[in-house]
């Protein structure tokens, strides 16, 4: 290869990569951005479920440990998200399904104003909650190991993580592995 070749080679990898990461910082919401940059005060690794800190939209605090329903169901979501958009239509059917046995809970990562809106869009059955500055302890309490979206985490009965899943979750898919907890419920 000769000098020319090289230089023009380089020239376009740097172009590429510049490009790239251009689109990437200017098409994900400043919300996406800012959560994934900030760190939250809180320790993940000496907080029990029951103590996670939720805001609703309203901007009050709450704790998982406020809902007596003996399942809980945490979905990692967002209006910008896709396969997140897919799945809300199986979420809202399943807090039909098993009202007073099973809470779903979204934890949004996006505006309080853009949430409403989409909440209000679906008939969403089941609050929502900002994920705001606090993503990276949630992602470690709920063991979101690569901090994707969407992203599920069922929680017991004794208030520990029962099942995981990262991408689209059916409706089939939650059944299974709630209704086993639900019989050991009685």
Aim: aromatic share 10%; with cysteine; glycine share 6%.
């Amino acid at each position: 290869m000769n000098k020319n070749t090289v230089i023009l080679v380089f020239v376009s990898l740097v172009s590429l990569l510049a490009g790239v990461s251009l689109f990437n910082f200017f098409s994900a919401p400043e919300t996406a951005i800012t959560a994934v940059q900030s760190r939250s005060d809180v320790n993940p690794a000496k907080l029990s479920i029951k103590a996670i800190p939720l805001t609703d939209l309203d901007g009050n605090q709450k704790l998982i440990g406020n809902w007596q329903q003996p399942i809980l169901i945490v979905n990692f979501w967002a209006p910008w998200c896709a396969p997140c958009r897919d799945e809300i239509p199986a979420l809202i059917a399943l807090q039909n399904e098993f009202e007073g046995q099973v809470q779903v809970m979204g934890l949004a990562l996006d505006s309080e104003e853009n949430v409403r809106s989409f909440e209000l869009e679906y008939g969403m059955n089941y609050p929502s909650f900002l994920a705001g500055n606090k993503i990276p302890m949630y992602n470690a309490a709920f063991t979101n190991k690569t901090g994707s979206l969407p992203f599920t985490a069922i929680i017991n009965q004794q208030r520990e993580i029962h099942y995981t899943h990262t991408g689209k979750i059916t409706l089939n898919q939650l059944r299974t592995e709630l209704l086993p907890l639900l019989k050991a419920d009685g």
